[in-house]
Nanobody, 127 residues
Framework: VQLVESGGGSVQAGGSLRLSCAAS????????MGWFRQAPGKEREGVAI???????TYAGSVKGRFIISKDNAKNTLYLQMNSLKPEDSAMYYC??????????????????????WGKGTLVTISS
């Protein structure tokens, strides 16, 4: 399984970025996937999760500003980030679960984590 993130960069507060995650040897359509982030000196935290049936859940800190989505035909996961804040600065990781999971189990992975991980893409927000 290979997950390759792209789309990170440096923007000013209030701006937007769209992250992409291209999956190989992994089927996005029937899987639980998500985005996580880790800022320097802080623990990794879940940002957003999307189930096989497109049900989503978000961390409270990003709810209303970030949107997770996927394109099954392109086998790609996305994270649209709007109204960015300096505290959103972090390395963002695409992640995926191994094997099938029920809806509850998938959404709970926002806190419990995933099985497969990308190498990350850096997001820096300046004030």
């Amino acid at each position: 399984v290979q997950l390759v993130e792209s789309g990170g960069g440096s923007v000013q507060a209030g701006g937007s970025l769209r992250l992409s995650c291209a999956a190989s040897a992994y089927t996005v359509s029937n899987s639980c996937m998500g985005w996580f982030r880790q800022a320097p000196g802080k623990e990794r935290e879940g940002v957003a999760i999307i189930s096989s049936l497109f049900t989503t859940t978000y961390a409270g800190s990003v709810k209303g500003r970030f949107i997770i989505s996927k394109d099954n035909a392109k086998n790609t996961l996305y994270l649209q980030m709007n109204s960015l804040k300096p505290e959103d600065s972090a390395m963002y990781y695409c992640a995926a679960g191994a094997g099938p999971s029920g809806l509850g189990g998938c959404l709970a992975r926002l806190w419990s984590g995933m099985d497969y991980w990308g190498k990350g893409t850096l997001v820096t927000i300046s004030s």
